[in-house]
Every structure is written in C-alpha cells, then in structure tokens.
C-alpha cells in the first residue's frame, strides 16, 4: 500500500515511522505549504516532497492520503483526496464541526473510498481489555464512567504555531487534546443523551478554550464526567473510569491502575501482568510514547482495504466525539442541558 502524507509536523513523523515499520507499505510522498519542512521531511523519510495538494494527489502511485494538518483544515484536504480517487486516513479528530465532518464522510462515500480516522487509543490492550469486560456484563449496571485530561501546556506551546489555539483551525482544549478521551469514553459506555458544559480562557491568551467541565447522562442511564484542560500544571495522565454495581476500573493512559470485580475470571490475571509490565502514565505529552497504536490502526486500515470492508474506526465512529464537543460547546452559550 502506498502512502502520501499532507502535513510535515510532529505527528507526521510518528506516521512516516509506522509506515516504514510496514512490510507492505510505503511511503512515496509527502507535501507541506512550506517548501523547507516538506523538503526536510522527504529527505529524512526517503519520499518524493509535493510543492502542492494537487501535485500529490494527481499522483498515480499515492492509494491512500494520510492527513496531519491542523484540525479545522481535515475535511477540506479529505473532500479533495477522495474526489481524486484517494483513500482517506486522517489524524483525529475529523475536523473541528459536525457539519465539515458530515461532508468528508459523504465525499469519501460518493467516491467509493475509505475513511479511517486515527484513534489508535482503542487498539490499547488496556483499552481492549475494558471494552471486553464492559460488552461481558461484568460491571452489571453501569454507574459511572469519566474522563479527566488535567493537561498543560505552556504559552510556547500555542506560540509555537500560528494555528494552535485557534477556534477555527484548533477547535480547543475539547477539540484538540482532549478528542482521544472523548472517542474512549463513548466507544466505552454509548452514546450520550444529556450533556451540560462549562469551558472558559482561562490561563493561555488564545482564542479557543483551555479549560472545561461537563456532566453527562447516557443513552444507557449511567452518568458521567469530562475535566479536560491545558492549563493544569505539571499536567497528569489521562484518566478513564468506569464503575458499577459489580466492578470499576480505572486506566491511566492505558494502564489498568485499578481493575477490580465482584467476580474474578481467569483473564484478570492477564490485566495484572499488563499493569506490572507497562511503563509509568504520561504526563500529556503531544505526541504519543508509543507507535504500537498506530502500527495495529494502519495495520487495520490495510487489511479492510484488502477485505473489501470499513476499517475499525470509520468516518461515522470518530463523528460521535465531534458531535459530543459540538453539544458542550452549545450548553455553554446557551447557560442549558443539551439533548443530543
């Protein structure tokens, strides 16, 4: 499978490692509106460097269009590569809005393409290990289940890129860094019926925010938490926790930190291993420590090419998170409970 990359940022090396750790893939291309960063980055990752969008998706040996660019500009680069007969896969989130979102996954769909979008959080075995106790019944009635992102950024962080911090290219301390939490918690516990949010500037002199709170009530009747900030010094890891009448489990990052149930099975001792050989919670970095995510999500992403079927996390899943922050952001100028 072959790949071009649009963006030349951080998390577009991360990528160009993973597709170079492939056997059957690589990477032919890449492009950046700024000629020495894409020039730099083909040099480093042995690709072509595109002075222009068109220039790499008229190529007729790019198959699948990687996106890294800022949020808000996803859906505008997707739409073009799937009208050029590109497969899509597209750093999280799909884009900044509900609407631009809903019109990459029709593009994509009106020109037979893929669209996967990098969530590679749920390919963690802690993760996958929740997700299989929760589909098990083995909380019984689900109580509880929150997401904590107490991150921090400095003032050089948002200094260093024009278009971090920005509503419209950034989406904010929701949109931005809190997306992966969020796609946990609905792939977790559903979706969600009722949400109420509070988000403010509070610490960083940028145009989106940095800090919020929300309340929520499932589809499921269970209620919930998300505390999501980039203004929380020294910053602490991303925190998942679910809780019932018959279990609660807690992940740090992806590290089961607490995993206890009414009623053992033999798999729990598997979760235990995973906590005693995984290395300590992060602190929020930007770019994840690992690449073990994003190997299995392209690894996915190629085989569903193969299969003829969607990949795990298609355009209509990473939709949810979008439509979620999209609620909070309207109970909070509306003062309001939204129903979604």
């Not at 019926?193 to 800090?211: C, G, K």
Request: with cysteine; net charge negative; hydrophobic share 45%.
């Amino acid at each position: 499978m072959r790949f071009g990359l649009v963006g030349t940022g951080a998390i577009a090396a991360l990528h160009a490692a993973v597709i170079a750790g492939l056997d059957d893939a690589a990477l032919v291309a890449c492009h950046s509106r700024t000629p020495e960063a894409r020039e730099r980055f083909a040099r480093d990752n042995g690709c072509d460097a595109e002075a222009t969008l068109d220039g790499l998706l008229g190529r007729g040996d790019v198959d699948v269009v990687v996106i890294t660019t800022p949020s808000g500009t996803h859906a505008d680069i997707g739409i073009r590569a799937a009208r050029h007969g590109k497969h899509v896969l597209c750093e999280k989130p799909l884009d900044v809005s509900p609407a631009r979102a809903d019109a990459l996954i029709a593009a994509c769909a009106e020109a037979g393409v893929l669209l996967g979008v990098i969530y590679q959080g749920r390919f963690g075995a802690g993760a996958r290990a929740l997700k299989r106790a929760v589909d098990a019944g083995r909380f019984g009635r689900i109580a509880q289940c929150s997401v904590f992102v107490p991150w921090f950024r400095d003032d050089a962080y948002y200094a260093g890129a024009a278009w971090r911090g920005t509503a419209a290219d950034d989406g904010g301390s929701l949109m931005n860094q809190g997306s992966h939490a969020l796609d946990l918690l609905l792939w977790i516990a559903g979706d969600v019926a009722v949400a109420s949010a509070r988000v403010q500037t509070r610490m960083h002199d940028i145009e989106a925010e940095d800090n919020a709170v929300a309340w929520l009530e499932f589809e499921s009747g269970s209620l919930g938490l998300i505390q999501c900030s980039t203004a929380c010094y020294p910053g602490a890891a991303r925190r998942l926790e679910v809780r019932g009448e018959t279990g609660s489990v807690v992940l740090a990052d992806d590290v089961p930190v607490l995993w206890e149930f009414a009623v053992p099975t033999p798999d729990d001792a598997d979760v235990v291993r995973l906590a005693q050989a995984s290395a300590p919670p992060r602190t929020g970095e930007p770019t994840p420590a690992s690449q073990s995510g994003h190997l299995a999500q392209y690894r996915d992403f190629i085989a569903a090419l193969a299969e003829g079927r969607p990949p795990a996390i298609p355009g209509s899943e990473a939709r949810r998170s979008v439509r979620l922050i999209a609620a909070l952001h309207e109970s909070n100028r509306s003062g309001l409970p939204v129903r979604l």
